[in-house]
């Protein structure tokens, strides 16, 4: 049973451009909700993350919005770039507990 | 600061044979945990620690036992390799409190032949 369920499984966005990422979970105990960069030959990376009492966090070029409701969430990287040519996961986990479910990734390219 | 430290980097191993990961980290992280990633399938929790002493069972236990005897060390034991537990594995640390994400190692490529 996949608990966050990712989307698109590939991107490729023109340098300059906005890439995005969705994410939407199943889980309505969930609270917490990360997205982690990860480049090839490393681990993941903690890049920003949110709580569901706020509809939008924004970090740089890089942006979390949220949608209680849907039990949605999604990443928003402006004025993307070649480096951030990467795999994005999202995740969720609940308060108290350390099991962190992941989504199963978005290879993201940006193109010159 | 080293940050979580893993070893080996790669590894081979025969189908039936036993092995330990080895994980440490040195940022006083109360909360360790080990995931594998497969293609297609994202990072699944595989055992975790909130404590010295202390551990628990995450979303794909089997096969595999863990330890914490110290604050450092977490490592991870195959008890009987399999061609299925051909994976990448990562370990992973956090400090207590809720807001706090966690710091991953570099990992381990595992093949079972």
């Known amino acids: 049973q996949q608990q966050v369920k990712q989307s698109p499984q590939s991107l490729i966005v023109q340098k300059g451009g906005i890439s995005i990422i969705n994410c939407a979970y199943e889980?309505?105990?969930?609270?917490?909700f990360p997205w982690y960069q990860q480049f090839p030959g490393k681990g993941p990376a903690l890049l920003i993350a949110?709580?569901?009492?706020?509809s939008e966090k924004k970090e740089g070029r890089f942006t979390i919005s949220f949608n209680k409701s849907a039990k949605q969430f999604s990443l928003h990287i402006m004025d993307s770039q070649p480096g951030d040519s990467a795999t994005y996961f999202c995740?969720?986990?609940?308060?108290?507990?350390?099991?962190?479910?992941f989504g199963t990734g978005t290879r993201l390219t940006i193109i010159p | 600061n080293a940050g979580v430290t893993q070893t080996p980097k790669f590894q081979v191993l025969k189908t039936g044979q036993s092995m330990t990961l080895q994980c440490a980290q040195d940022?006083?992280?109360?909360?360790m945990s080990w995931y594998r990633q497969d293609p297609g399938m994202g990072l699944r929790l595989i055992h975790y620690?909130?404590?010295?002493?202390?551990?628990d069972q995450g979303e794909v236990p089997n096969g595999y036992n863990v330890s914490r005897s110290t604050t450092e060390d977490f490592p991870l034991r195959l008890l009987s390799a399999a061609p299925s537990q051909t994976s990448v594995y990562f370990c992973?640390?956090?400090?207590?409190?809720?807001?706090?994400?966690?710091?991953f190692g570099s990992g381990t490529r595992l093949t079972v032949v």
């Open positions: 620690s909130v404590g010295a002493g202390i551990t």
């Open positions: 992973a640390s956090r400090q207590t409190g809720a807001n706090y994400g966690y710091t």
């Open positions: 949110i709580r569901p009492d706020v």
């Open positions: 940022m006083n992280h109360e909360y």
């Open positions: 889980n309505t105990a969930f609270d917490y």
């Open positions: 995740a969720a986990k609940t308060l108290g507990n350390e099991k962190l479910t």
